[in-house]
């Protein structure tokens, strides 16, 4: 009745989403599911009507799920929809009657230049470089602050995607899109020092755990919460926080938006300007020294 396995083929092969992406969306369609089975008595997916759809949007409201989860499984649905239509198992899209609730853009939470001096002030302090587990921590977190890449493309990364010699890592972005990110002379002797520790291990992966082997999604975000757990006031403790710490740092010092953009593997330029509302106090600063009645 619902197609499945059809849905996730054409969001793995054709859509190339990534595996997280692509779970991400074939729960929201189960959770979608069971609600229908137990609660519409249609007999063919045909007979679902953008009625029964609102019921469920409103069933996730009762419950207490957020605005963005609640945008995040109509974009699912709409994704679906447009699959079925596409093949001509329906012959009405139901989601075009369907407005997403009013959704509050929350501003990226990043560190600021002084915290991250001071924190990399204690890394100098507290962490042993010599020692495997130390160093592999605390080259992931600079790989994450010196390229903003994604949590996946970090522990993703293999050897072969270092490039000392013109100092850039290459990355595989969303929807399997490569991208080229410069390096930094110091970042390029850290992994140079990772892939000489490297030699001997039977996998293709650059970071690799205490136990010889490559780092999970939950495991890699374990260590970068640990260390900026060092900061009290930050409220999130992702290695996203670092991605958006990147994209800040480098507004702030006068980087061209597009590069940024590239450097992140954004889309639209729109995803890359939220960051310019981090840097109103910069720009405060500015209108202060140049506007003649400041």
Not at 32 to 59: A, E, G, P
Not at 76 to 105: A, E, G
Request: some cysteine; aromatic content about 10%.
């Amino acid at each position: 009745m619902f197609y499945d396995i059809e849905f996730e083929n054409y969001l793995r092969f054709e859509k190339r989403f990534s595996g997280h992406t692509t779970t991400a969306y074939m729960t929201d369609l189960a959770q979608y599911q069971t609600y229908i089975i137990l609660n519409v008595h249609c007999n063919t997916i045909s007979d679902i009507t953008s009625k029964h759809i609102r019921t469920w949007i409103s069933f996730l409201a009762q419950d207490e799920n957020k605005s963005n989860t609640i945008n995040r499984k109509i974009s699912t649905l709409k994704t679906y929809y447009k699959f079925l239509m596409r093949h001509s198992w329906i012959i009405v899209n139901p989601m075009l009657k369907i407005v997403s609730p009013k959704q509050h853009k929350r501003l990226p939470q990043f560190v600021e230049e002084s915290r991250m001096e001071n924190l990399y002030h204690y890394f100098e302090i507290n962490y042993n470089l010599n020692n495997e587990k130390d160093f592999t921590h605390y080259l992931s977190f600079n790989l994450f602050y010196y390229t903003g890449a994604r949590l996946s493309e970090i522990i993703n990364l293999n050897i072969t995607d270092v490039d000392i010699f013109n100092m850039q890592i290459k990355v595989m972005g969303k929807r399997s899109k490569e991208r080229i990110i410069p390096i930094t002379q110091d970042l390029c002797t850290m992994l140079k020092k990772q892939l000489q520790q490297r030699a001997n291990v039977p996998y293709d992966q650059l970071l690799i755990d205490e136990k010889n082997k490559p780092f999970t999604p939950a495991k890699m975000g374990k260590v970068i919460k640990q260390m900026l757990s060092l900061l009290p006031t930050t409220d999130r403790k992702s290695p996203h926080v670092l991605r958006h710490t990147f994209a800040t740092h480098l507004l702030n010092q006068g980087a061209d938006i597009n590069a940024i953009k590239e450097m992140m593997g954004h889309a639209n330029l729109s995803a890359t300007q939220i960051y310019t509302h981090n840097s109103i106090d910069k720009l405060k600063k500015t209108y202060n020294l140049a506007h003649p009645k400041a």
